[in-house]
């Protein structure tokens, strides 16, 4: 069985985003830029099924400009066996990568695709849902859990839902979406970096896989949050009163 | 206000703990920092007499009053030195105090008991003075009035910034007035072309790297205390850091200072000004003892983007020091950390901390971490991974990870940084911080294995990159035999390889008497008379960084 991972280049967790004064996105020059973590921990699950036996292939697929393939060869540093790049200038919503990777999936036929519940930059947690109702397959989203069978061609998966964790049974093949719990991710040994030099990143661009990337949704302004405003000492209780009743509006 | 609540409360908790609570201000910040932070808790070179048993973090340093004459016995120091209070000292009295609230205002003349606890017991709760005032100077102007007004009346004083020092450089050892520049914090200049800092002395070091970091620039120091110290106690004891690798030590970077001993303004921007004797290296790193940094000039770095850090493992100690030749040369201009550990520092980690776990996934006998920043991400990332390639097919390393994203890249620092919270865990800890050619550093920590066998654990670590050892001792208990074996010997050892008894932590008062173990009687003697000569009276932080003997009159 082979297992589809997708695989998103976006900023670092760790780093203080600022929303640039044109207003029109986030601002993305000289910050530091890493894989999606919940796309790592996808990867990671499928490296763990690969190790486990139950598939023979990981292969980590990234959509996005030149610098995705430092976010490739990290998937191939931690054990990815190839990867294929879609290149594109364009910032793609989830709809159009999902059309993508619809395309990708026919041509491969994975057994499985795994994706990162949400990446965190848009946070839209739409990508692996539409990928699945693109390709008619079943979905469980938000894994914490996951444990196949082999035989019976089905995935048992544990979810993460608001009201606790709900266990679901899918046919194979299907779309999985990976939740913090799910593992912890491996780091990039330095043989596995070695080896990861003779993998192949295959490349690929939009009209290879025969996809329309119109988007129907523009995005038209960015800002930042309201600040939050410091607080204000009051010298009595009177004082409080008439700022709650004139400034807050709320008694 | 923050510290002074956190030990409020430590208080109440430290009568019935036995190990020293982890004063740390901000656990969860940036690795970096708090791995400086581990430096400046390996000091406690000097450790505690049984008799003080199971209170050992409670004991302070006494002062009793003989009549006139005050004994300060500090239970830290093996050889239980006793310092005398020095009677040319006057003592403080009401006329004092009215004339310091003529010049500051009542608010800024501190009598109140609260506070003064605070501000006479240093961070690791190891030192207490008995001061009974303490002054809140706002500019340059008011520093020198008291100043000049304490030499006229032959007033000890202590300068005193973040007060969180490691040698009990930064409070009083009897009843020395504490003067906090901690009032005088504003941000004078900074200009965006230059990168130069213009800044009060009272300036928090973190508040000055976040100013920083919106005009896309970087402190080129970077310690654990930086939420609380402050940049003019930095310069006065020329703090070290995990940056000294790459932009030096302060005193290349900070381009001037005022100075108050006697009014000295130095202060200039200029890059390259060779005129006449070049007098602020003379401030930075004198510890306060020839004058009060009021104002310092500093230049900054531009922040880069592209960071790297990788975690490796050697067999001996042999290939670390191969490895950091190798690091040098191939990486270049980009390394900006090299820090090693041994194993029984990662024992340690993994036995007291939770959430750590070892990156690489067999054991060996050393780990190193080297860090490269850089302004060009896939350049930078392709440096590495070739040296660290190499480095694997030469043998000098066994395994290794790159971290993938900032968030690995904290929890390898983690581990750097978790040793100093590990020993404390684990039970007495005795700290030194030396300074040894690269290639005798392992020795000693071999030698001192050999030398207390069963007795305790030794563990070594540090700035492999600067040449500076932890030296770390950690038994079940502090006991007296145990530090026979270790002091002097530690002190003889570091000697007579000529290094340094103190790499970055200074002197205070804690190595005040041990510093002929460094420098000859010749340059001791020299440094003794520039401190006569900038204090005639000897106020300024007595008793701390030169030999008492060298002042007994």
Redesign the interface.
């Known amino acids: 069985m082979k297992i589809l991972v997708a695989v998103k280049r976006v900023v ?4 203080k985003i600022r929303v640039k004064p044109d207003k029109t996105g986030v601002d993305t020059q ?6 999606n ?1 919940f796309c ?1 921990i996808a990867l990671e699950e499928a490296l763990r099924i690969k190790e486990a036996g139950f598939a023979k292939e990981v292969v980590a697929v990234s959509i996005g400009p030149s ?1 995705c393939v ?1 976010t490739l060869r ?1 998937g191939l ?2 054990g990815a066996d190839r990867g294929i790049h879609v290149e594109t200038n364009t910032s793609f919503l989830p709809l159009t990568i999902a059309k993508i990777l619809k395309s990708l999936a026919e041509v491969e036929n994975p057994g499985l695709i795994f994706l990162g519940k949400q990446a965190i930059d848009d946070d839209c947690n739409q990508t692996g849902q539409m990928v699945a109702a693109l390709l008619g397959w079943p979905q469980a989203t938000f894994a914490s859990k996951v444990v196949l069978d082999k035989d019976k061609h089905i995935a048992t998966v544990d979810r993460e839902v608001d009201g606790g964790l709900e266990t679901l049974c899918v046919d194979l093949p299907a779309v999985i979406t990976t939740d913090l719990r799910l593992n912890q991710p491996r ?5 596995n ?2 080896k990861a030099k003779s993998k192949p990143i295959k490349k690929m661009t939009v009209q290879d896989l025969k996809v329309d990337v119109k988007s129907d949704i523009e995005i038209l302004e960015v800002t930042e949050p309201p600040k939050r405003k410091s607080g204000v000492m009051v010298s009595s209780v009177d004082e409080l009163i008439e700022k709650l009743r004139n400034e807050a509006h709320v008694v | 206000m923050m510290m002074q609540r956190l030990r409020r409360s430590e208080e109440f908790i430290r009568f019935g703990c036995e190990s020293l609570i982890n004063l740390r201000p901000n656990k969860n910040s940036v690795p970096r920092s708090v791995s400086g932070f581990v430096t400046h808790y390996d000091t406690k070179g000097k450790l505690f007499e049984s008799n003080v048993g199971n209170h050992y973090n409670t004991h302070r340093c006494l002062g009793r009053n003989l009549g006139m004459l005050q004994q300060y016995k500090c239970f830290g120091s093996s050889s239980a030195s006793q310092i005398e209070r020095k009677p040319l000292f006057s003592s403080l009295d009401s006329k004092d105090v009215s004339s310091f609230k003529e010049i500051l205002g009542d608010k800024n003349v501190v009598e109140d008991e609260e506070r003064l606890e605070t501000a006479n017991t240093d961070w690791m709760k190891k030192y207490k003075g008995s001061s009974k005032l303490m002054l809140l100077p706002k500019n340059t102007e008011e520093v020198s009035q008291i100043l000049q007004y304490c030499d006229s009346r032959r007033l000890a004083v202590v300068p005193q910034g973040g007060n969180t020092g490691l040698v009990g450089g930064s409070v009083p050892v009897f009843d020395e007035v504490i003067i906090n520049v901690g009032l005088m914090n504003k941000v004078l200049a900074f200009d965006e072309v230059s990168g130069v800092l213009v800044c009060e002395a009272g300036c928090i070091l973190e508040n000055l790297a976040t100013f920083l970091d919106t005009k896309g620039f970087i402190m080129p120091l970077d310690l654990g205390a930086k939420g609380s110290c402050h940049i003019g106690g930095n310069v006065s004891t020329n703090a070290g850091g995990l940056r000294l690798i790459r932009y030096g030590s302060l005193h290349g970077t900070v381009l001037a200072v005022t100075a108050n001993g006697n009014v000295l303004d130095m202060l200039g921007t200029l890059r390259k000004d060779n005129t006449g004797y070049d007098l602020k290296h003379l401030f930075i790193g004198s510890e306060g003892s020839l004058g009060i940094v009021t104002k310092v000039s500093i230049l900054t770095q531009p922040k880069l983007s592209s960071v790297n850090l990788a975690f490796i493992a050697c067999k001996d100690y042999l290939s670390c020091q191969k490895i950091l030749v190798e690091a040098k040369k191939n990486l270049g201009e980009i390394l900006s950390a090299f820090e090693f550990l041994d194993n029984n520092s990662m024992d340690l980690v993994l036995n007291h901390l939770d959430g750590v776990r070892n990156p690489v996934s067999s054991t060996e006998n050393f780990y190193i971490l080297i860090e490269t920043t850089g302004s060009d991400e896939t350049n930078d990332r392709e440096k590495l991974e070739a040296f660290l390639l190499k480095s694997l097919e030469k043998g000098l390393v066994s395994d290794g990870v790159i971290a993938q994203d900032i968030n690995q890249a904290s929890s390898f620092w983690r581990i750097r940084e978790g040793i100093t919270e590990a020993l404390q865990k684990a039970g007495a800890v005795y700290k030194y911080d030396l300074s040894l050619p690269v290639e005798e550093i392992y020795n000693i920590v071999n030698d001192l294995r050999r030398r207390l066998g069963e007795l305790a654990n030794v563990m070594g670590y540090g700035h492999l990159g600067d040449g500076n050892l932890h030296l770390n001792i950690s038994a079940a208990d502090y006991n007296d035999k145990l530090i026979g074996l270790i002091e002097p010997y530690v002190y003889e050892w570091t000697s007579k390889h000529r290094g340094s008894i103190s790499a970055e932590h200074g002197l205070g008062v804690m190595k005040a008497n041990e510093i002929f173990y460094s420098k000859s009687p010749e340059t001791v003697a020299i440094m003794a008379s520039i401190k006569k000569l900038l204090d005639p009276k000897g106020i300024l932080n007595p008793y701390k960084v030169l030999p008492h003997s060298l002042f007994s009159h």
């Not at chain 1, 000289?30 to 894989?35: D, E, G, I, L, P």
């Not at chain 1, 780091?187 to 043989?191: E, F, G, I, K, V």
């Open positions: 670092d967790y760790a780093v000289n910050v530091k830029m890493s894989m973590p790592e610098q430092d990290t540093a931690m780091y990039a040994s330095l043989p970096i070695m």
